[in-house]
C-alpha cells in the first residue's frame, strides 16, 4: 500500500484520516457508514491536512476501534489492522470491509442507534428510505415492482424535471408519506430510479 499516495488523495467517499481516537460513538459512526458502503479505510495518526504524526500509544487506539467495533457496531464489524512506518511513525490502517449484512446501526451520544452511509468525505445519517433499501437489497428475496399509475406519473415527472424529494412526489400524487416511501424504495431496488443523499437533502432521479 502506497501511504504517501493515499494521503495526497485526500479523504473521501472510502477513506478517512484521524490524529487519534477520542470517542467510540464517533468512530462507530464512521466505520458503520463504510461497512453500509463499499467499505472504507481509516488512517490513524494522520491530520486532517495529510500531515503524519504517527500514533502514540498504538495498543490503546486498537482497542477503542476494536470496542467500538463490537460494541457500539450493531450487528458487530471486524476491522482488518496493519501498521505502516513513515519516518520512524507509525500509522494504524484500519479497513473496514463493505458488508453483507446490511444495515449497520451506530450508538450515538444520545444512547439511540442510528444508521449512518458515507456522502463524500462526511459520514450522513441515513434517510428511512436508505434504511429500507439497504435491508431489502442484502435480503436475497427479489422485488416484486408494481408499476401503477403512481410509478407511472413519478417517471413521466422525472423525464420533465429531472429530479424529486419525497415531500413533492406525496404532493404529486396527492398520497401519504410511508405509501411515497415504500413505491420510492421499490424503484430504488429494481434500478428504476436512483437516490442521491448529500448533507443537506435527499432526491431522486430516474436511472
Not at 462507530?28 to 481509516?42: C, I, P, Q, W
Amino acid at each position: 500500500m502506497n501511504l504517501k499516495r493515499q494521503i495526497f488523495e485526500g479523504e473521501g467517499v472510502s477513506l478517512d484520516f484521524k490524529k487519534t481516537i477520542t470517542s467510540c460513538e464517533k468512530i462507530a459512526k464512521t466505520m458503520v457508514s463504510f461497512a453500509n458502503n463499499v467499505g472504507g479505510r481509516l488512517l490513524i495518526g494522520v491530520l486532517d491536512d495529510g500531515t503524519i504524526k504517527g500514533v502514540k500509544a498504538e495498543d490503546e487506539e486498537r482497542y477503542m476501534i476494536t470496542k467500538a467495533a463490537h460494541f457500539y457496531s450493531r450487528p458487530a464489524l471486524e476491522p482488518i489492522f496493519e501498521e505502516i512506518y513513515w519516518d520512524d511513525k507509525l500509522v494504524l490502517v484500519v479497513d473496514i470491509p463493505e458488508s453483507k449484512d446490511k444495515p449497520h446501526y451506530a450508538l450515538a451520544e444520545d444512547g439511540k442507534w442510528w444508521v449512518y452511509i458515507r456522502v463524500k468525505d462526511k459520514s450522513v445519517l441515513a434517510s428511512k428510505i436508505v434504511v429500507e433499501v439497504l435491508k431489502q437489497s442484502s435480503s436475497n428475496e427479489g422485488v416484486l415492482l408494481e408499476y401503477t399509475s403512481k410509478e407511472k406519473a413519478l417517471l413521466e415527472h422525472l423525464d420533465k424535471t429531472e429530479r424529486i424529494n419525497v415531500k413533492q412526489f406525496c404532493e404529486l400524487l396527492n398520497i401519504g408519506r410511508r405509501r411515497a416511501q415504500r413505491i420510492l424504495v421499490s424503484l430504488v431496488l429494481t434500478g428504476v430510479i436512483r437516490v442521491h443523499t448529500t448533507e443537506k437533502e435527499e432526491f431522486y432521479t430516474a436511472s
